[in-house]
């Protein structure tokens, strides 16, 4: 069935470097896709949104690419700070369907 | 501003026993409402959700219920645990804004069945 993946479960990077999260798509009617932040013990936050007739945009040092060629979406952290250290969930959502989730990417900051 | 409120945020419950989580939502009216069940390094897996009161759509068969008595509120039952049941929950909620439909969740509640 359609699915929303991630191409990697962890991620470790080094304290001021800029971090990419990848996401895969199956579903080419996929309209809008988000990008949510989970730490510990708590629930997802709402980082940066992006609807299909875009291809860019960009927040406070978020970044969300989308390329529907590839079916592919990825998160750019810039200068990434040992508060970015959650898992990070992108979702699909198409016409009036709920929102799916992929599995999450676990980012760690080293310092 | 709005803001949702979850609770308990940790409950550990015996098999068999009887469970009931409250969600509500407060500053906006008739939101839609979820349900998701995230298991541990899992993604999320969305249980129930509700477009106005009394009315709950199911997404997976299950051991638990979801009820909308009032506009902000969203409870998930059931009326007895299996130690499947164990698991961090969230609830959400959303306004439809076009196309475009941000999920604001909730703190979250990690059950655990023993």
């Known amino acids: 069935g359609e699915s929303v993946g991630l191409h990697l479960p962890t991620l470790s990077v080094q304290e001021g470097d800029n971090s990419i999260i990848n996401c895969a798509y199956s579903n080419s009617a996929s309209d809008y896709f988000i990008w949510y932040k989970q730490e510990s013990g708590k629930g997802p936050q709402f980082i940066i949104d992006?609807?299909?007739?875009?291809d860019k945009r960009q927040g406070q040092r978020v970044t969300v690419l989308l390329n529907k060629t590839v079916k592919h979406l990825s998160l750019q952290i810039a200068a990434t700070q040992p508060g970015d250290s959650a898992v990070y969930f992108c979702?699909?959502?198409?016409?009036?369907?709920?929102?799916?989730f992929g599995a999450g990417t676990r980012l760690t900051v080293k310092p | 501003s709005q803001t949702i409120h979850q609770w308990p945020a940790t409950l550990v419950q015996p098999v068999g026993s009887p469970l009931s989580l409250e969600c509500t939502v407060e500053g906006t009216s008739n939101p839609n409402l979820y349900w998701y069940r995230q298991a541990a390094g899992r993604g999320l897996q969305l249980l129930f959700y509700?477009?106005?009161?009394?009315?709950i759509s199911s997404e997976v068969p299950q051991n638990l219920s979801a009820s909308r008595p009032q506009d902000r509120q969203f409870i998930l039952s059931s009326k007895k645990l299996l130690l499947s049941d164990s698991g961090f929950y969230l609830c959400?909620?959303?306004?439809?804004?076009?196309?475009?439909?941000?999920?604001?969740f909730g703190s979250g509640t990690q059950l655990s069945v023993l």
């Open positions: 979702a699909e959502k198409y016409n009036n369907n709920d929102m799916r």
């Open positions: 959400a909620w959303s306004v439809y804004t076009g196309s475009n439909e941000k999920l604001f």
């Open positions: 992006i609807r299909s007739n875009m």
């Open positions: 509700s477009v106005g009161i009394g009315q």
